[in-house]
């Protein structure tokens, strides 16, 4: 009985850090958009090659954080 309830416990844990990285993941997304947009902006002063340079890091690494999420949630 105990394992039981030990184990759900766990499985609602991951449920929840895979949200949490999906959640992440979106949020990375957006703030690359506003790298990609900043000279609409214009409130973040970069250039424009270091501004395209950081809205593609933040890409990769929300794809990475959505689909790290993603398989720690068909994994539970």
């Known amino acids: 009985m105990v394992s039981e309830e030990r184990n759900k416990a766990e499985r609602r844990m991951t449920v929840l850090k895979a ?3 999906i959640v992440m993941g979106i949020i990375f997304w957006v703030f690359a958009w506003v790298m990609f947009n900043s000279k ?5 002063e970069l250039s424009t090659g270091v501004a395209y340079a950081l809205g593609c890091v933040l890409v990769l690494y929300g794809g990475f954080r959505i689909w790290r999420g993603w398989a720690d949630m068909k994994s539970s």
């Open 19 to 21: 949200a949490r990285h």
């Open 40 to 44: 609409k902006f214009g409130a973040i």
